[in-house]
Nanobody, 122 residues
């Protein structure tokens, strides 16, 4: 089992920044790729970004490329999502997840956090 706890969400104005953190505990963090997903009200959960083990490869959905950066600190068992130039359409609950491969598919991830709310006002 891997337990994931997100933090860092909040309310920010358009153009602002937030950094989300996801702390992992339990089974070895190092064997997992990590991903960030988000879900807005009335919409399906969607892929945002992913990072491989140990952190060399990163992947992003097109709409966040150049604005968001995923990274991981393996010594701290933590993955981050730095979000800059935030837009109202980035408003959602953000979830981190652990899986065997850094894919865009929710079913490929075995463990999920409880989510953290990000609200971007216009």
């Amino acid at each position: 089992q891997v337990q994931l706890v997100e933090s860092g969400g909040g309310l920010v104005q358009a153009g602002g920044s937030l950094r989300l953190s996801c702390a992992a505990s339990g089974r070895t963090f190092s064997i997992y790729a990590m991903g960030w997903f988000r879900q807005a009200p009335g919409k399906e959960r969607e892929f945002v970004a992913a990072v491989s083990w140990p952190g060399i490869r990163t992947y992003y959905r097109d709409s966040v490329k150049g604005r968001f950066t995923i990274s991981r600190d393996n010594a701290k068992n933590t993955v981050y999502l730095q979000m800059n130039s935030l837009k109202p359409e980035d408003t959602a609950v953000y979830y981190c997840a652990a899986g065997r491969q850094p894919t865009e598919v929710t079913q490929d991830y075995d463990y999920w956090g409880q989510g953290t709310q990000v609200t971007v006002s216009s």
